[in-house]
Nanobody, 121 residues
Framework: VQLQASGGGLVQAGGSLRLSCAASGDTLNSHIMGWFRQAPGKEREFVAAIQLTTWYADFVKGRFTVSRDNAKNTLSLQMNSLKPEDTAVYYC??????????????????WGQGTLVTVSS
């Protein structure tokens, strides 16, 4: 599985960005995909995931929305009301056959290359 994320950039606090991820290879629509992020000097952390349902980290609930288009093998993350603390490299991920403990980076099977989101105050 190959994952190509795009859509990062510089935005002011309170603004919005939409990240996209194109998946190719042996992808199955039943597998869970999602997003992690890594801020400077911090560990990677779970942001959101989606299968038939969605999961979100508490710090993005109500602001971020994860979605997928199975026909096009694409994953998206709509980010609204962005805050400076959302500044990070965002990674598109694919969990393979894993379906539990999605917040653990060790349970991710495939990682994309990351796209940088910078939120200015």
């Amino acid at each position: 599985v190959q994952l190509q994320a795009s859509g990062g950039g510089l935005v002011q606090a309170g603004g919005s960005l939409r990240l996209s991820c194109a998946a190719s290879g042996d992808t199955l629509n039943s597998h869970i995909m999602g997003w992690f992020r890594q801020a400077p000097g911090k560990e990677r952390e779970f942001v959101a995931a989606i299968q038939l349902t969605t999961w979100y980290a508490d710090f993005v609930k109500g602001r971020f929305t994860v979605s997928r288009d199975n026909a096009k093998n694409t994953l998206s993350l709509q980010m609204n009301s962005l805050k400076p603390e959302d500044t990070a490299v965002y990674y598109c991920v694919h969990y393979g056959t894993t379906s539990t403990m999605l917040h653990l980076s060790g349970n991710v099977r495939y990682w994309g290359q990351g796209t940088l989101v910078t939120v200015s105050s």
